[in-house]
């Protein structure tokens, strides 16, 4: 009965790849290659064989999968449409990020004791901010690359998951931890750590997904209502202390009240994304019809505008209520997720596709400073697409229901 009713929302989505393939072939009918079929093939195997797969191994939802299909498959066509290479290259990390997703998904569901992890994952975060800190690489202004052999990657990306686990380790057993006095400030001192060295690093998007899952599960957690109150004023004070100390947050915020002011130079970006999002209108440009190579790093952080300018509001439109769908099943996942571990890293996954998608669209339609960060699933970066899936994976064991299975562990709060 399951497989039945999932089967028409699959079926949806392989029509929506037919279509867009067809999209990619007319846009490069004069360069029709191995190449082209190859990414054709490849896009409806990997996302079509993996939906129909995982109807066969987990009891839970299956639509945060189908929702994050159609966003890949957007991101896909778009990537091929800006650069082929770059798009074979994302195809590639699709595969990849599907196989993690498959690996996060078991070895979430069936290890033991994740919930007492919480020390090494501190521990294996800070080992990673001091190997980017002593040997990391620059690349658009912040310091938050490793480079190991030809393979490049963000470590951030890894300590967003680590954090989760962090986070919902500490709130899970807070119980056995409050007998000391200060364990509230000493998870926010932790956070507050993070966040130091990521400004060191000027990884500013990254730093404000942290802030924002650390506020939201702490304020609803946390039974030291003054340790909440003691967070936000350090929040405060520390976002005005950033400004004044941080020359490249200061470029940041005058970029987003004025990029007209130097629109040659630190407002370039800013207003080729204005300026593609205005050219698209409600319909679009057409898809190959836009000047996507007017923005710098489209095919990353500025690929919704390009998305917008060549496919129209709408479709812009189409990707935030699919950013929205997301997020709502994540929220019902966790309020109906009994063991206490596990809804909190489902608060956690939600809170980071949310978060990230909200400082990524909002930053370059001109809602709040640009943070140079990734749209899950659809911006082009290897390092992103997989901590997403690793993220997803674990959403999906936590949309499972686990009563009447082995207990996760002794401390394992139950939600009552």
């Not at 003054?226 to 470029?251: D, E, M, S, T």
Request: glycine share 8%; with cysteine.
């Amino acid at each position: 009965m399951k497989q039945q009713t999932l089967r028409k929302p699959r079926d949806l989505l392989l029509v929506f790849e037919i279509l867009a393939i067809f999209l990619v072939f007319y846009t490069n009918r004069g360069l029709v290659n191995r190449e082209l079929l190859f990414i054709a093939g490849g896009l409806i195997l990997i996302i079509y064989v993996s939906n129909f797969i995982l109807g066969k191994v987990t009891t839970g939802d299956n639509y945060i999968f189908l929702i994050v299909s159609f966003l890949l498959t957007i991101g896909l066509v778009m990537i091929f449409r800006i650069e082929p290479e770059k798009g074979l290259k994302q195809l590639q990390w699709a595969f990849l990020g599907v196989i993690v997703f498959y690996m996060t998904y078991f070895f979430t569901r069936y290890v033991k004791g994740l919930e007492n992890w919480g020390t090494l994952a501190i521990l294996a975060s800070l080992v990673l901010f001091a190997m980017t800190l002593l040997f990391g690489r620059e690349i658009g202004g912040a310091k938050n690359w490793l480079s190991i052999g030809p393979v490049q990657f963000q470590p951030s990306e890894l300590i967003k998951i680590l954090l989760m686990f962090i986070l919902a380790g500490f709130y899970a057993n807070y119980e056995k931890y409050t007998k000391y006095k200060y364990a509230s400030y000493i998870i926010m001192s932790v956070v507050y750590v993070f966040l130091l060295l990521l400004l060191l690093q000027r990884d500013l998007g990254t730093a404000a997904i942290f802030v924002a899952m650390f506020s939201a599960i702490q304020f609803i957690y946390d039974k030291n209502r003054k340790a909440i109150l003691v967070h936000w004023v350090l929040l405060v004070l520390g976002a005005i202390a950033a400004y004044f100390l941080f020359r490249h947050v200061q470029v940041r915020v005058s970029t987003w009240l004025d990029p007209w002011s130097d629109v040659y130079n630190t407002g370039r970006q800013l207003a080729q994304s204005l300026i593609a999002i205005a050219e698209g209108g409600f319909f679009g440009t057409g898809i190959g019809y836009g000047y996507p190579q007017l923005i710098p790093v489209s095919e990353t952080d500025f690929i919704f505008p390009v998305i917008i300018e060549e496919m129209g509001l709408f479709a812009g439109f189409g990707i935030i209520m699919l950013y929205l769908l997301l997020t709502y099943r994540g929220i019902k996942i966790a309020l109906s997720q009994e063991y206490l571990f596990y809804r909190i890293l489902a608060l956690c996954c939600t809170l980071l596709f949310a978060v990230q998608s909200f400082v990524n669209i909002g930053g370059v339609i001109k809602l709040i400073p640009m943070t140079g960060v990734t749209l899950p699933f659809v911006s082009y970066g290897g390092t992103s697409i997989l901590s997403s899936f690793m993220a997803l994976g674990i959403l999906q064991v936590t949309s499972e229901d686990l009563s009447g299975k082995e207990e996760r562990g002794s401390e394992v709060e139950r939600v009552q």
